[in-house]
């Protein structure tokens, strides 16, 4: 769902505080056909919720506000804008920093053990567990009703 093309940068912009339809369109020159179908997806997800906003002498007209887990997402979208601005980095700088709120201090994203530490990315194990043996497993072959053996 997120791996659709401009889905990141929609999450982006609502991250930013984008939430009317036009702004989104404005700032990310995508075609509203395209923004609909985007939005649709994600709203369906319960990544972001549809509300009505009328602006004065205007007909009513849709918002679109993350969801706390829409906004559980800023990690992610936190993730690949470091790792661009670390892999990949533009000569005028990176276009955005993260601070805390409370401190102004700098943060980044990390993997954090279960009692509050960083651990450093070459030192996490990605382990796949019995749902993933079981999602990647052949499929069984089933009897249809009818057969000799059924």
Known sequence: MVGERWTILILREALLGTTRFADFQ??????PDLLTDRLTTLVDHGVMT???YRAPGQRSRPAYHLTPSGRELHVVIGALQQWGDKNLPRPEGPTMVRKA????RPVHVAFID???YEVPADDVAAIPTSAA???TAAPKSRKRP???DS
Do not use: P
């Not at 404005?26 to 075609?31: C, D, R, V, W």
């Not at 709120?101 to 102004?104: F, K, L, V």
């Open 26 to 31: 404005t700032n990310l020159g995508i075609a």
């Open 50 to 52: 549809r509300q009505s």
């Open 101 to 104: 709120r409370r401190t102004d």
């Open 114 to 116: 279960d009692l509050g």
């Open 133 to 135: 043996n079981a999602r």
């Open 146 to 148: 009818g057969t000799a």
